[in-house]
């Protein structure tokens, strides 16, 4: 773990009660309070995970699923460990995967083996990786977060990432439920 990495963990306590004093408007939560389905199913879409290999979001079909955009080197990577927390209580009806991105303040710029070990090492993450990609808007933009982040295809939100750890909650069905910013700690969400 690098100086900033530890002094990041440390000072995140802080870093989120100063950010709820500060919450700016384009951070606030966002729910699918109308129950808005999807024109197109998330569960058409598959992941490159960083070790090479390929998953089929089918086979979340029936479990609620988290989708996080994540950093190493950020306030908020702290939350690995609140993420570790709530996959490992509530595994049997909630997944998580974690999409290392690098597009705020090079805050990853590690590869994707370097990245998947300090996961491990530092917070016990035993859920799913992506393979480092691009979570904001662009021509190469995931296709997760193309899905997570136009209407068109969720049927509701249009809002990209605001930073690193925006938690996107997917119900049983299929259907994006919640927006979640940064800010907001994974505890702190009601997967119910």
Aim: aromatic share 10%.
């Amino acid at each position: 773990m690098t100086i900033k990495q530890r002094f990041v963990r440390v000072l995140y306590p802080l870093i989120l009660r100063l950010t709820k004093l500060v919450r700016k408007k384009k951070s606030k939560t966002a729910s699918n309070i109308d129950g808005v389905l999807p024109p197109k199913s998330l569960y058409d879409l598959s992941i490159e995970l960083n070790n090479g290999s390929s998953l089929d979001l089918k086979s979340y079909q029936g479990k609620k699923l988290m989708l996080i955009n994540t950093a190493s080197n950020c306030g908020y990577t702290p939350q690995y460990a609140e993420l570790q927390q709530i996959y490992e209580l509530h595994k049997d009806k909630l997944e998580l995967i974690a999409f290392p991105a690098n597009d705020f303040k090079d805050q990853e710029k590690g590869n994707d083996a370097v990245i998947a070990t300090f996961c491990k090492i530092h917070y016990g993450v035993t859920f799913p990786l992506a393979k480092k990609n691009q979570v904001v808007k662009g021509n190469a933009q995931q296709a997760v977060f193309q899905w997570l982040t136009n209407k068109g295809l969720n049927g509701w939100n249009d809002h990209q990432p605001g930073w690193n750890f925006y938690k996107y909650l997917i119900d049983e069905e299929g259907k994006l439920i919640g927006v979640y910013p940064s800010a907001v700690s994974p505890l702190a969400i009601d997967i119910k």
